[in-house]
C-alpha cells in the first residue's frame, strides 16, 4: 500500500461518512421528537438615527433560525431584515426597527424564533452610534492618543533617568518590567475570557484564545531562536522591540475595548479615565527602555519602539469603535496575551543568563518585580472601565 | 357624517388619517370599500395631528407597534371565532328537560400564536380557546371527553354540579373517556379548562374554553362577541412573551372587528392569562355596562374599563355614537404591546 493511501484512507472512509450521513439524513437514536437546539447572538446593536435601531444577529448554532417577530422593551415592533428570515449556521443578518430609542436610557431587544425561542441583545445606555465620518475618525484617535501613545512616549522619557541607575539596580527595573508585563499578561487573558462568552457558540471563544495565545506565543519563541542562531545583532534592542511589539498588540485589545464601549455609550470619555490611562499606561514605556538603559538607542528608535507600543491603541479604538466584533476582539487580546508572555520569557532569559543577578532569590528582584504588579494595581484603581 | 365637515377635511386629510387609513389597509377586504368614507370623513379634534410628529421624532404612530407578516398556516381565525358558537347536539329528555350532548377531544397540536411563532399547545377540539359551549339555564348538559393527547388530562366546568363532575378528581388518562352530566346553573359567562396538575402548565398551553348559559328569559338582541383574554409562555420562562384576545396577537388591530353606529354589542369576556395577576378590557371612545360574571340582569357598573383576575369574567354592553376605527385593549401598556389590542371599525349606520 502507498503511503499516501495509507495517509488519506481513514479521510476518506470518513468522507464517505459523512456524505452518506448527510444523504441519508440521521438514524435511529438521532431522530428524536424534540425540537431544535436553536442560537442566535446578538452581536451589536447600532443607533445611527433617531428612530431606528440595526440589531446584527448570527446563528451561532447548530440548527438553522427563523426570526418570527421582535420585541424591544417588552412591545412588539415592526422591523425589515436585510435578507431571508431563516438563517443558517453561521449566517448573519441586520435588523432594522423603527424604535424610537430615548437618548441616554438602555433598551432590550428580543427576538421571538419561529418555535417561540427568545434571544436578546441589550442597549446599555442609548446614544447615537458614530459613523465612521471624520469626526469620529478624528474622537477615537484621540482616545487612542490618550490611552495609548502620549503615555508610552512618556514613559520613555525616563531613558536619561535610567542611564544614570548603578547595574544592580538596573536590575530592579528588569524585575519591574517583568512585574508590568505579566499584570497586562493576565489582564488581557482575562478580559479575552470575558468577551469569549459573548462569543457566538460555533466560534468557540475557548479555541479562539488557545488559538491566539499559543500561536503568538510560540511564532515570537521560533523566531528569536531563528534570529539568535542568525547571529542577528542587537540582542537588547531585539528584546525591547518585542515588549513594544507585545505592549503594543495588548493596547490593540484595550483599544478594541475602549472604542466599543466607548460607541456603545458603556463608558464616557471623561477626566477620570483618560488620567487613569494616563497613569496606568505610562509605566508601559519605562518597561519598553529597562533592557536598553546601557545601550546607545537613537532617537529614531526610540520613536519607532514608542510607535509600536502606543498607536496599535487608535487602530484597536477605531475598528472597536466602528465594527466590534467579539470574534476579533477575543482574537486580538488573545495574541496581545501570548506576545506577552513570550516576552517575559525572553526579559527572564536575557536576565537570568547573569549569574550575579541573583534571580528571584534576590530581595531586591522580588522587590522589583512586586512594586511592577503594585503599580499597575494602584493605577488599575483609577481605570473603571 | 355632518356634511360641514367634508369641506375642511379635504385639506387636513391626507396627514390626519394616514394612520387610520394604513390600519384600514390592513383591513384587506373586509369593509373597507364600505367603511373607508365613512371614517376618512369624520372631523378630527382641533389640533389634533397625531402622525405628524412621527416625521421629526419617531414617535405616535401605532404603525410600528405590532407583528410582521401574516399568520402562515391559517388553522384558526380569531375572526370567525368571535362569534362561533356551539349549542350541542339537541334533543328532549322524557322529563321534558332539554338535553344538549357536547364533545371534546384534547390533543397536542401547534398554534400560531403571532405571524411565524408557532407555540406547542394542548388543546380541546384543535383549537385555543376550544369551542364556546352554549346553553340555556336548566338545561341538560353531557359532555363526552375524550382524551387523545399524551397526558392526563380533564374537564373542570364553572358552574354548580356533582363532585364527581367537576373535573377535580377523576383525572383522565391518555386515550381514556369521561362524561361530564349536569344541569346547567347559574345562568352567566363561565368558563371550562383542565385541572391536572401542573396547573399553570396545563391551563396555559391551551386547555381552557368558554361556557355561556343564557338566562332563561335570554338577553336582548345583540351583536355578540366572544373574546377570551390569554397570553403565551413561547419559551417557558414563567412569563408571556404574547398576549391577545383569542390566542392570535394584534389580530384584531390588523383585521378590525366590524360594528355598526348604534347597533347593540355584547362581548363576553374571559381571562385566561396565565402568569400575571390581572388582564384588563379598555374600550375607546364609548363606555359599556358590566356584567361581573354575567349572573345578574342588572349591570354592576357603567365604565370604560374593567380588571379581571384570573379565571373571572363579565359580560359588556355597549353600542356606538360615532363612526369610525376605535381602539379596545388592556390597560396594562405591557399587555397591549405585546399583543392584547384590537380596533372597532364602527360603520356608519344611515339609521342614527
Not at chain 1, 251 to 266: D, H, P, Q, R, V
Request: contains cysteine; hydrophobic residues 45%; proline residues 5%.
Amino acid at each position: 500500500m502507498p503511503t499516501w493511501l495509507k495517509a488519506t484512507a481513514p479521510l476518506f472512509l470518513l468522507a464517505v461518512l459523512v456524505f452518506a450521513f448527510l444523504r441519508v439524513g440521521p438514524l435511529g437514536v438521532f431522530r428524536a421528537a424534540f425540537p431544535p437546539v436553536e442560537e442566535l447572538t446578538v452581536e451589536r446593536i447600532t443607533l445611527p438615527r433617531p428612530a431606528e435601531m440595526r440589531v446584527h444577529v448570527i446563528n451561532g448554532g447548530p440548527e438553522p433560525v427563523t426570526i418570527a417577530q421582535v420585541l424591544v422593551d417588552d412591545a412588539v415592533w415592526g422591523h425589515v431584515v436585510d435578507g431571508g428570515k431563516t438563517l443558517e449556521r453561521l449566517a448573519s443578518r441586520v435588523i432594522s426597527i423603527p424604535y424610537p430609542w430615548v437618548q441616554g436610557e438602555p433598551h432590550v431587544v428580543k427576538l421571538i424564533s419561529s418555535t417561540g425561542l427568545t434571544f436578546e441583545g441589550t442597549v446599555a445606555i442609548a446614544t447615537q452610534t458614530p459613523s465612521p465620518d471624520a469626526r469620529y475618525v478624528i474622537t477615537f484617535a484621540l482616545l487612542g492618543l490618550y490611552a495609548g501613545v502620549i503615555p508610552v512616549f512618556l514613559g520613555l522619557l525616563w531613558f536619561p533617568f535610567l542611564r544614570t541607575v548603578r547595574r544592580e539596580w538596573l536590575d530592579f527595573f528588569l524585575c519591574l518590567t517583568i512585574g508590568l508585563l505579566l499584570f497586562l499578561g493576565a489582564e488581557a487573558l482575562a478580559e479575552a475570557f470575558e468577551t469569549a462568552a459573548r462569543v457566538p457558540r460555533a466560534f468557540q471563544g475557548l479555541g479562539v484564545i488557545l488559538l491566539g495565545a499559543l500561536a503568538t506565543f510560540l511564532a515570537l519563541g521560533a523566531f528569536g531562536r531563528q534570529r539568535a542562531r542568525a547571529g542577528g545583532g542587537h540582542q537588547a534592542l531585539y528584546v525591547a522591540t518585542l515588549i513594544a511589539l507585545g505592549i503594543g498588540l495588548h493596547n490593540l485589545g484595550e483599544g478594541l475595548a475602549i472604542g466599543t464601549s466607548y460607541a456603545t455609550g458603556e463608558i464616557a470619555l471623561g477626566t477620570f479615565l483618560v488620567v487613569g490611562f494616563l497613569l496606568h499606561n505610562t509605566t508601559e514605556g519605562l518597561g519598553i527602555l529597562a533592557p536598553l538603559a546601557k545601550e546607545r538607542p537613537t532617537l529614531g528608535q526610540l520613536a519607532w519602539l514608542g510607535t509600536l507600543a502606543g498607536v496599535p491603541t487608535i487602530v484597536g479604538a477605531w475598528i472597536g469603535g466602528f465594527t466590534s466584533s467579539a470574534v476579533w476582539t477575543t482574537l486580538f487580546l488573545a495574541v496581545g496575551a501570548g506576545a506577552i508572555a513570550q516576552v517575559v520569557v525572553e526579559l527572564w532569559r536575557l536576565f537570568a543568563k547573569r549569574a550575579e543577578a541573583g534571580g528571584l532569590t534576590s530581595p531586591r528582584n522580588v522587590a522589583g518585580l512586586l512594586t511592577g504588579l503594585v503599580i499597575m494595581y494602584a493605577t488599575g484603581l483609577l481605570v473603571p472601565a | 357624517m355632518k356634511g360641514d365637515a367634508v369641506g375642511t377635511t379635504e385639506r387636513r386629510t391626507p396627514k390626519l388619517t394616514r394612520r387610520e387609513l394604513l390600519k384600514a389597509g390592513a383591513l384587506g377586504t373586509v369593509g373597507l370599500a364600505a367603511s373607508g368614507t365613512a371614517f376618512a370623513l369624520q372631523s378630527p379634534a382641533p389640533g389634533a395631528s397625531h402622525a405628524s410628529t412621527r416625521d421629526t421624532t419617531g414617535h405616535g404612530s401605532h404603525d410600528d407597534m405590532t407583528t410582521v407578516g401574516e399568520l402562515e398556516r391559517g388553522l384558526f381565525d380569531p375572526t370567525n371565532f368571535l362569534t362561533r358558537f356551539d349549542t350541542g347536539r339537541v334533543s328532549r329528555l322524557p322529563s321534558g328537560q332539554t338535553l344538549r350532548e357536547y364533545e371534546l377531544d384534547a390533543a397536542e397540536i401547534e398554534v400560531e400564536v403571532a405571524p411565524g411563532v408557532f407555540f406547542p399547545a394542548w388543546a380541546y377540539n384543535g383549537q385555543v380557546p376550544g369551542p364556546t359551549l352554549r346553553c340555556i339555564e336548566g338545561d341538560r348538559v353531557r359532555v363526552y371527553f375524550k382524551n387523545s393527547a399524551s397526558h392526563p388530562h380533564t374537564i373542570h366546568f364553572h358552574g354548580v354540579h356533582a363532585s364527581n363532575m367537576d373535573g377535580a378528581f377523576e383525572v383522565v388518562a391518555p386515550g381514556g373517556r369521561y362524561t361530564y352530566e349536569f344541569d346547567a346553573e347559574p345562568f352567566g359567562l363561565q368558563l371550562y379548562h383542565c385541572h391536572t396538575v401542573p396547573f399553570k402548565r396545563h391551563i396555559h398551553k391551551g386547555l381552557y374554553g368558554v361556557f355561556i348559559i343564557d338566562p332563561r328569559e335570554g338577553r336582548p338582541l345583540a351583536m355578540e362577541l366572544v373574546m377570551v383574554m390569554n397570553g403565551f409562555d413561547t419559551n417557558f420562562d414563567g412569563e408571556n412573551e404574547v398576549y391577545a384576545v383569542n390566542t392570535v396577537a394584534f389580530h384584531y388591530q390588523k383585521h378590525p372587528i366590524v360594528i355598526r353606529q348604534g347597533e347593540l354589542v355584547r362581548v363576553y369576556l374571559v381571562n385566561v392569562t396565565e402568569f400575571d395577576l390581572v388582564n384588563s378590557f379598555h374600550l375607546h371612545g364609548n363606555f359599556y355596562k358590566l356584567y361581573r360574571t354575567g349572573t345578574s340582569l342588572a349591570h354592576y357598573e357603567w365604565t370604560d374599563n374593567v380588571m379581571l383576575c384570573q379565571g373571572e369574567r363579565a359580560v359588556l354592553e355597549f353600542t356606538y355614537k360615532h363612526p369610525g376605527p376605535f381602539m379596545f385593549h388592556a390597560h396594562q401598556s405591557e399587555f397591549a404591546e405585546l399583543g392584547w389590542i384590537g380596533l372597532f371599525l364602527v360603520e356608519e349606520s344611515l339609521r342614527v
